[in-house]
Nanobody
Framework: QVQLLESGGGLVQAGGSLRLSCAAS????????MGWFRQAPGKEREFVTTIDWSGTSTYYANSVKGRFTISRDHVKNTVYLQMNMLKPEDTAVYYC?????????????????WGQGTQVTVSS
């Protein structure tokens, strides 16, 4: 059973950067599509970005395009989310998710494994 553990969240000022990590254990995620989602207080969980199994294809929500970058390291069995030019509206709990399918996944229902989440707070 694959387990995902996010880290790297915290408090940052607007315009700052954070890098989230999602480390997998209990199995390899090399063949999985991976994604990041976020949930702000009082709002539904929303898609942020996804990456295919190879790392060559990525897709971003319009709200983060040009500011966030997803990447993966097969050796470390880890997925990353580099977040630059952060805005207060990026404040949320960020979740890493893994899908047994190899192609990119855009909807939460398509993912099989979820991490516990890491809090990102952006102050104005």
């Amino acid at each position: 059973q694959v387990q995902l553990l996010e880290s790297g969240g915290g408090l940052v000022q607007a315009g700052g950067s954070l890098r989230l990590s999602c480390a997998a254990s209990g199995g390899t995620i090399s063949n999985y599509a991976m994604g990041w989602f976020r949930q702000a207080p009082g709002k539904e969980r929303e898609f942020v970005t996804t990456i295919d199994w190879s790392g060559t294809s990525t897709y971003y929500a319009n709200s983060v395009k040009g500011r966030f970058t997803i990447s993966r390291d097969h050796v470390k069995n880890t997925v990353y989310l580099q977040m630059n030019m952060l805005k207060p509206e990026d404040t949320a709990v960020y979740y890493c998710a893994g899908s047994k399918g190899s192609a990119m996944r855009y909807y939460s229902a398509a993912y099989d494994y979820w991490g516990q989440g890491t809090q990102v707070t952006v102050s104005s």
